[in-house]
């Protein structure tokens, strides 16, 4: 009697034995909250649904829910979630896996292969697939009962999967393409689905939960947000009032001229071979160094943990990029590097980045390896401090800096040779009132290494030679 309910109701299946797991609570029932019963309800009323949402209301472990429905009591049922990367591929199928884990045993069929793409159920010769949004991962694709397109609007190949799914699902399939907006973003295939559909000109039904579906999401709650260091577009994106606010674009631009990038393309090179790039496989070396030639190197430390450190040489006198280092390291290990490049180059001119303990563990480290030709400590008024060491990013220098280098880059004074950095400077945004930054989750770290080495690069002795340290120092090993 139970099976025969369960399948005959999704809603009857996850409210009476869908558990889901909570970072806070541990593992509770599944919550019937009425934007969930609503959703529920769509997902068996229309083939065709898209979901315009808040973050974390829910729809992620209701969506994997009835996907498990769906394959243990549809015989033949094919399920595919594609998302916008391998982790979050593998955690949407993990919340069905979840559920399924947690049935009474009278429900829970038993598994075939079970891994961190499939679950199948031979009892009913069905299955659940989850994929990245890769290239081609819809290519060849040969229908299914359902898709889902998980946060569509953050899918790199959203066009490319869309239409390769597109045409078996209007045979029969179903497909649901839930997702927040990212205000960054205006011409997205989820916004032009969405839109379309709220204006009757596709088969989509479109579905709109704002922040407050979920209970206590009050308007003291939604005003405290700003306190958790949440930037206005990011709370915009991801806790909507209304239609208008998700599917508004930040009123931002490209910080650097994207003319200009576009046109930098052609001046990038491959690296060439160097017993240095040997030692250290994050260095790339593009041009030789020159006798009596004058370089700077500028390097923005990390821990190597979160995020990568970048290093930049470049030729003083025309601004060109001779070599890099990017990638995780640990500051002492970035120490070095940064060591061994300014001696390779003719002893440059060199400093770091000094903020925070990260910047005391670089400057420790050349220290020790009594790195040549550092320059002086530059305030922010411009004067320099012989008594100390590095660049402090603060409030009055960072902009100097950014700016200092956006001209630079709208001037072609400068010739990157590394299309990774060029390809993170085109990532650089410009939102309205606000400082140049990064989107979350990406980094600054070639650009910030551009801009301390354009503005050492205005402190260069002009001599080459004299009085400069020898390659012989004291190692730092590990």
């Not at 595919?80 to 896996?97: C, F, H, M, W």
């Not at 898709?147 to 869309?162: A, G, I, M, Q, S």
């Not at 674009?249 to 001229?257: A, G, V, Y």
């Not at 000094?354 to 922010?380: C, H, S, W, Y």
Request: include cysteine.
């Amino acid at each position: 009697m139970e099976r025969a309910r369960s399948r005959d109701s999704s809603l009857y299946f996850l409210q009476k034995y869908g558990k889901i797991r909570d970072e806070i609570r541990g593992i509770i029932p599944w919550e019937n909250w009425e934007h969930l019963l609503y959703y529920l309800d769509c997902l068996h009323r229309y083939r065709f649904i898209i979901v315009l949402k808040a973050k974390q209301i829910g729809i992620t472990w209701t969506t994997a829910g009835d996907n498990l429905h769906m394959a243990s009591f549809t015989q033949g049922a094919n399920v595919l979630t594609i998302s916008k990367g391998e982790d979050a591929a593998a955690e949407s199928l993990d919340y069905s896996r979840f559920i399924h884990g947690q049935l009474p045993p009278f429900l829970r069929l038993s598994l075939g292969k079970d891994q961190s793409s499939l679950m199948t159920f031979p009892a009913m010769y069905s299955k659940i697939r989850a994929l990245p949004s890769t290239e081609d991962a819809a290519v060849g694709f040969g229908g299914a009962t359902r898709v889902v397109l998980d946060e569509c609007e953050y899918h790199p190949y959203d066009r490319k999967n869309y239409s390769e799914i597109l045409p078996p699902i209007l045979e029969g399939g179903q497909l649901v393409v839930p997702s927040t907006a990212d205000p960054l973003k205006s011409d997205t295939l989820f916004k032009e689905l969405y839109t379309a559909a709220r204006h009757g000109d596709s088969d989509f039904y479109p579905v709109f939960f704002p922040y407050d579906v979920v209970p206590g999401r009050t308007v003291e709650w939604y005003s405290s947000l700003p306190r958790t260091g949440l930037r206005s577009w990011e709370i915009q994106g991801r806790f909507p009032r209304n239609e208008k606010e998700a599917l508004s674009t930040l009123k931002s631009r490209q910080f650097f001229d994207g003319d200009v990038l576009d046109a930098m393309y052609a001046d990038c090179l491959n690296p060439i071979d160097h017993e240095i790039s040997d030692k250290f496989d994050t260095i790339k070396i593009f041009r030789l160094p020159e006798p009596g030639v004058l370089y700077c190197v500028f390097t923005d430390p990390s821990y190597g943990r979160d995020d990568p450190h970048a290093t930049i040489v470049i030729k003083v006198a025309t601004g060109e990029q001779v070599a890099e280092s990017h990638g995780k390291l640990p500051t002492e290990r970035v120490g070095i590097v940064h060591d061994a490049l300014v001696r390779l180059y003719n002893n440059a001119f060199n400093s770091f980045e000094l903020n925070a303990e990260v910047g005391n563990l670089m400057r420790e480290t050349l220290e020790i390896l009594d790195t040549p030709n550092q320059a002086p400590f530059i305030k922010p008024d411009g004067k320099t401090d012989l008594t100390k060491k590095g660049w402090w990013t603060g409030k009055q220098t960072r902009p100097k800096m950014l700016w200092g280098l956006e001209e630079a880059v709208r001037l072609r004074q400068i010739i990157p040779r590394s299309k990774e950095c060029l390809d993170e400077f085109s990532h650089i945004m410009l939102p309205e009132g606000e400082e140049p930054q990064a989107p979350r989750g990406m980094h600054d770290d070639y650009t910030m290494a551009w801009a301390g080495v354009w503005q050492i690069k205005g402190y260069t002795p002009r001599k080459t030679g004299a009085g400069f340290k020898s390659w012989t120092r004291r190692e730092i090993t590990y």
